[in-house]
């Protein structure tokens, strides 16, 4: 049981995590005795929404810093997440392409990804990776199982969390700059032999600072290809714009406010069509992208800790095909679009501090929107399609995150929603922490998610018609897991067995039973087992180990409409682009004050997909690979003047041949130079 001290110590840490650094150990006095320090455990807090030493979490959580990723040379989100246990991240070939992100074997749309909070998930899940870069980020944190108590809709598999850098210290400005060497591919094949060589530039600059009483943190970059394939008549350059900044501020140690901002602006040209095979010379997508998150947070008593969101995600984008010349009449040969989606949110939340725990009480409200227009050319005729369409989702949620017993933790938590087009819903979640020892953690943890319709889904018109009646797709999830850590900490071993069942997923159907019916039905089911394995090591002060390995066994067990060889959801088939087996390892060495030196392996096992190269369709298996990384980076100025510092990367270093998606080759061997300097 926690003393009034202890208590008191518990506040001040949780008003310095969240007002001046989400950061991992610390140490904080209380003010009746201000010599006195505790050294707190890592800290996570997506899992619970407040400070929560990791030790007490029944969810499986891993974190990736911020700075370990740019030390890695790490720069975009989607390549971050690659090494986590659990996950898969598909990429079809091209910078910019799509990037879809599968958890713990749930669809691409059932994971929540946010960056501070606010969400960018379009309504219904959908979210791309592929412009989303890690420049101003402290950390990424992973939830792996559902935590739709906490976020709602889209957190069926997981949550994937993005804090952005807080600005402590000294004033400090730092750029960067980076070049990457490649060989062109064939589309469908996979490097050319003696093919043209493409050219990579990324650029970033970023300026932080800060006291307690405040701080700020901006950043900028711009990151532009010629793109991957080989050709000089079928454009494939990409270019994105990323534009990040954070003010914060705490008046008293009463009060924090932080101001979120972030915008990006990407266009990306796409020669290929489904299957891979380069068919239009100038077709491609543009978009931009803006995050707005204001959160303030104020211990109305000494126990009573009152919270504030508001936040918004809107983004504006297209695709533009104009005829590829004046021959270019036949069938379908030019399209253009425009949409704009938006989600705004209030949240209010209290949290109350008791001596075992804390109890959280929140309640939501959320505006979504969707704005669309279409116009496609052919020698049918000309044809338009519109969309102009808006929800409102209301939500109250309970959870208790508490320590009843010194060896037990306890995590438990229900959300009642409200919704104008699927109506009420119930979620739930509950886990255990059992340390019987030290250094020993034995958990298990259940609960349930839901994912909503896309717009599209519910009210589409045209050739495809939604269907307003659809219900939420639903989850029900548990695991259960063992951590060990040994030799003071240098050794952590972490085992981990997880069941997702998923109902009601959402199924298209090119027949629908009637002219009127709509193409979209609640029909099919599937489930999700595998075993995570997990190591960290530290035998040295120079030297870090980290190893991984991912099981994953998947099954449609109620098939949508199509039961042929080329159907999504065909029942007893396994779930498309998920690898059974994964594995990844890191080691990361300090050679000197000056010098480190990282390298990164990874093997991807067989994976189902379709090939859509000709009618009708057929599901193929893509072959397993393994891919080699390697990275230097030397100080020219070393500790406590270092000012500039250069790095060497290899990407792929021995130029694996490989296939994400079928028909659309990865790059092969890529060759990075930068430097960075700070001042």
């Known amino acids: 049981m926690r003393t009034g001290k202890d208590a008191q110590r518990t506040l001040h840490v949780a008003r310095s995590f969240l007002t001046l650094a989400i950061a991992a150990p610390a140490v904080a006095a209380a003010q009746s005795q ?25 969810a499986s959580v891993t974190v990736l810093s911020g700075q370990q990723l740019r030390e890695r040379g790490i720069t975009s989100v989607a390549e971050a997440l690659r090494d986590v246990a659990g996950v898969a991240v598909v990429q079809p070939g091209s910078f910019g392409a799509l990037a879809s992100l599968f ?59 993005i804090f952005t850098r807080r600005g402590r210290g000294p004033l400090r400005v730092e750029t960067a700059v980076e070049i990457g060497r490649f060989q062109a591919v064939t589309p469908g094949v996979g490097p050319a032999g003696g093919g043209p060589r493409r050219t990579v530039l990324r650029w970033e600059a970023d300026v932080a600072g800060g006291t307690d009483a405040g701080g700020y943190a901006f950043s900028v970059s711009r990151n532009s290809t010629t793109g991957l394939y080989g050709t000089a008549e079928f454009d494939n350059s990409y270019r994105n714009t990323v534009a990040s900044g954070l003010l914060r501020a705490a008046p008293d140690q009463r009060t924090d406010a932080s101001l979120m901002v972030r915008y990006g602006d990407h266009t990306f040209h796409y020669p290929t069509d489904g299957a891979g095979r380069l068919a239009d010379a100038n077709q491609y997508q543009h978009g931009t992208a803006t995050t707005v998150g204001l959160e303030v947070g104020r211990f109305l008593l000494p126990r009573l800790e009152a919270r504030l969101m508001l936040g918004g995600h809107t983004t504006d984008g297209g695709v533009e095909d104009a005829p590829d010349g004046a021959a270019d009449t036949t069938g379908f040969f030019g399209y253009s679009s425009l949409t704009t ?19 959280t009480l929140g309640a939501q409200v959320e505006r979504q929107s969707q704005r669309s227009f279409g116009a496609s050319s052919s020698s049918f005729g000309g044809s338009t399609d519109r969309l102009d369409v808006q929800r409102r989702n209301h939500a109250v949620y309970a959870q208790v995150q508490a320590d009843p017993l010194g060896a037990v933790s306890v995590n438990a938590g229900a959300r009642w929603d409200q919704s104008e087009t699927f109506g009420n819903l119930v979620t739930y979640r509950g886990g255990v922490v059992y340390r019987p020892t030290a250094g020993l953690r034995v958990r298990a943890t259940a609960g349930t998610g839901f994912k909503e319709p896309t717009f599209y889904e519910n009210f589409a018109t045209g050739f495809v018609r939604g269907n307003p009646a659809l219900e939420p797709e639903h989850s029900l999830s548990w695991e259960v897991g063992v951590e060990q850590s040994v030799w003071a900490g240098r050794l952590t071993l972490a085992a981990t067995y997880f069941s997702q069942r998923f109902r009601d997923l959402i199924d298209f159907t090119f027949a629908p039973p009637g002219p009127e019916d709509p193409n979209y039905f609640n029909i099919a089911r599937a489930e999700a087992r595998g075993v995570e394995l997990e ?9 870090a180990l980290e190893g991984r390995y991912s099981y994953l066994d998947t099954k449609v067990t109620d098939g949508g409409f199509d039961a042929g060889p080329g159907a999504l959801l065909a029942r007893d088939s396994t779930l498309l682009r998920r690898p059974a087996h994964t594995v990844a390892g890191q080691v990361r060495y300090r050679a000197s004050d000056r010098v480190r030196l990282a390298v990164g392996a990874r093997h991807v096992g067989r994976r189902a997909d379709i090939d859509y190269t000709e009618y009708p369709y057929r599901r193929v298996v893509l072959p397993a690979y393994s891919t080699l990384n390697l990275s230097t980076e030397g100080d020219v100025l070393g500790p406590p003047d270092r000012t500039a510092t250069l790095t060497l990367r290899l990407e792929n270093l021995l130029n694996a041949s490989y296939q994400e998606a079928v028909n659309f080759p990865a790059r092969g061997r890529t060759v990075w130079l930068g430097a960075r300097a700070r001042f």
Do not use: C, F, M, W
């Open 535 to 543: 190591l960290g090591a530290a035998p040295t002060a120079r030297l």
């Open 103 to 161: 958890l713990r074997g749930g669809e691409s749309d059932h994971t929540s990804v946010l960056v501070d909070g606010v969400p960018l998930n379009h309504p219904g899940g959908a979210v791309s990776l592929a412009d989303l870069t890690t420049d101003n980020v402290d950390r990424i944190e992973i939830v792996r199982g559902p935590v739709s108590v906490l976020y709602g809709s889209d957190a069926v598999s997981g949550v994937v969390q």
């Open 34 to 58: 201000a010599k006195d320090t505790v050294r707190l455990p890592e800290i996570v807090v997506t899992p619970t929404r407040v400070p929560t030493a990791r030790a007490s979490v029944a």
């Open 341 to 359: 989606v938006e989600r705004r949110r209030a949240e209010a939340r209290a949290n109350l501090y008791g001596r075992a725990g804390v109890l």
